[in-house]
């Protein structure tokens, strides 16, 4: 989740968007081996497991798919409605899915944080309902859930949730995780400092003046990686060490913030940037490197829950049980992410998801504890 300013104005918008999936909340979505770190010049991998056993379609599910398909065609649901930070940027996904399905057309409202919250909470009181999908990170997700704000429903392709990354599936079994973004440190190539390989590394005097990070003193990534850090007594000096360093702090909706310092050159290294929005400023022609540490990186799921009222429920239904598919896994990766169905096709440029050793884990149902208990440490460095 990244955003950059005059070498990538034109994506910036969208990405903005996009990036205040990781504000809405995150967490670690699958648990991490001992794996050899990789960095994005390293080779994209194959397809395996479940997800990528076909090259493209539909999967096991293919019948149950086209059946729910009839059925919302006939029913005259020919459109989807999503709301969420990425849904004005998910353009991939929706010709792909639209190819499978094109009699039904998905749509993208981005709206994200508080704004998205009035606008559901508008429609559950008016009775008026036009968005059919909520998407975005596990906070707001979980407290939308304890509302009753979703339709109990179990995609029809996933028939098994052992199948999925860890914490895929909400408490309540009414949403469920459909995409992981994976984040790395963002280096300008035209820079000679050094690439961090650990967060300790952060701490030493070499990155004083030359960090760009997110703002940890409120619900977003940053919060979340100080939470999922918080479990590594080796990390406990980073914070601190960060704030002695004069990390340059860019508020936790500028999810693109850091980037963009480091494109323009700024900065000499923004942390934890997703790999996705990573590839979009270095297809804009920023002059930007993007390496994963040795351990402890940081990934965020987002979610998918279908609305009660939603007009077009049938098809939503579909759209989220597509999610699932190789074909939607595919799409995923070709933006930069994964699928969270284990084995999924790996973005190019990235190893599968299960070699990259990643943060400890945080359960679902433990994500706002811990966050707001981040939150509240770091606000002894960074005020707020």
Known sequence: MKMRKPLIAGATVGLAAVMATACSSSSSSSSAPAAAPSSAAAPGSAASGAAGSAA???????????????????????????YGPAAGSDQKLYAAFQKDFPKITVSGVPVVGPPMN???????????????????????MLIWSQKGWFTQYTPVTVTDSATLNDDS?????????????????????NSNLPVPQN?????????????????????????????????????????????????????ATSLTGPLTAVAQGAKGVALAQ??????????????????????NNY?????????????HELAAELYESWMFTPDAAAAIAADGGYSTVKGAVAPQGLPPLSSIPLQPTIPLDQIVKADNAAITSAKQYWGG
Do not use: C, R
């Open 56 to 82: 493209s379609g539909l999967g096991p599910q293919a019948a149950a798919l086209q059946d729910l398909y009839n059925k919302a065609v006939a029913a005259g649901q020919t459109s989807v409605v999503i």
């Open 169 to 189: 599936v909400s408490p309540n079994k009414d949403f469920y995780g459909v995409t992981t973004s994976v984040s790395g440190m963002v280096t300008n190539t």
């Open 299 to 311: 990934d965020v799921d987002l979610y998918q829950g279908i609305l009660k009222g939603a007009p």
């Open 274 to 295: 997703g790999y996705n929005f990573y590839l979009q400023a270095k297809a804009s022609g920023a002059p930007v490197t993007f390496t994963l540490l040795k351990a």
């Open 199 to 251: 967060w300790s590394d952060l701490t030493n005097p070499v990155y004083k003046d030359k960090i760009a990070m997110l703002d940890p003193t409120g619900i977003g990534q940053m919060a979340d990686i100080f939470a999922h850090l918080s479990l590594v007594p080796a990390y406990a000096k980073v914070e601190p060490g960060l704030k002695a360093n004069n990390a340059q702090v860019f508020p």
């Open 118 to 140: 009035a606008k559901l909470s508008a429609e559950v009181s008016s009775g008026k309902h036009i968005g059919d999908i909520a998407y975005t990170g596990s906070t707001d």
